[in-house]
């Protein structure tokens, strides 16, 4: 059981360039989520998916795609890569979501995205 | 709008000292909150949400509806609890839900 799995763990981009974040989980949660981590900023959502084939905006999505074709995968595309978009990428899962035991968040262990 | 707030960016204390961490949210809903926390070269995880009421690790967190708080406390503090620590509510938005954190604060020990 190897929870939730992200690759890559590094990645040096060039301004304008295009790439997929992949994310998958083992636990057959519904909920999945990207999260971006800068400092001072905290965690901020910028999509997720309460299931396959269903995804919706979070607060930073502008220069994120995700899809989910399957509910173990959800990968985050960034069309054209800029500097701003330079942070550590954290996808996260649950269960379910709303409220209740089964809403726990597991998180991958993150990808440093630098963007030159 | 939905919001976590952790006012603090650092907590530096010494081995053996109190803790509070403190977080306030607001959510006109009946809020689901929990605190998370990230050791060095770890990946996030849950630490406790406030619907268990129990302790973990030595921390402790009760809601309080009416200060809207849902402050982090340990009485005794460790090295080993030096990490980043964020707070986090989940909130209905229509047929879904969303968890949204705050800025984090770091909790550094020292021996």
């Known amino acids: 059981n190897a929870g939730v799995t992200q690759t890559p763990k590094f990645q040096v981009l060039k301004t304008g360039q295009s790439m997929t974040l992949q994310c998958a989980q083992d636990m057959n949660h519904e909920y999945m989520s990207w999260y971006r981590q800068d400092p001072g900023m905290g965690l901020r959502l910028i999509h997720y998916s309460v299931g396959a084939g269903i995804t919706d905006q979070g607060e930073v999505p502008n220069g994120y795609n995700v899809s989910r074709s399957t509910t173990e995968d959800f990968p985050l595309r960034l069309l054209s890569a800029a500097p701003s978009q330079t942070s550590v990428y954290f996808c996260a899962s649950s269960y379910s979501f709303g409220s209740g035991a089964r809403t726990e968040a597991f998180f991958g262990q993150g990808t440093r995205l630098t963007v030159v | 709008a939905q919001r976590v707030t952790q006012p603090e960016k650092l907590l530096s204390v010494f081995k053996g000292a109190p803790v509070e961490l403190k977080c306030n949210y607001s959510?006109?809903?009946?809020?689901?909150l929990f605190w998370y926390v990230q050791y060095s070269r770890q990946r996030l995880q849950l630490l406790l949400r406030?619907?268990s009421r129990e302790s973990i690790k030595g921390f402790t967190a009760d809601l309080n509806k009416g200060e809207t708080s849902f402050h982090l406390k340990k009485p005794f503090a460790q090295e080993e609890d030096s990490a980043m620590y964020y707070c986090?509510?989940?909130?209905?938005?229509?047929?879904?839900?969303?968890?949204?954190f705050g800025k984090g604060i770091t909790l550094s020990v020292r021996p």
């Open positions: 406030h619907i």
């Open positions: 959510y006109s809903g009946s809020p689901e």
């Open positions: 986090a509510l989940s909130y209905f938005t229509g047929a879904n839900s969303k968890l949204t």
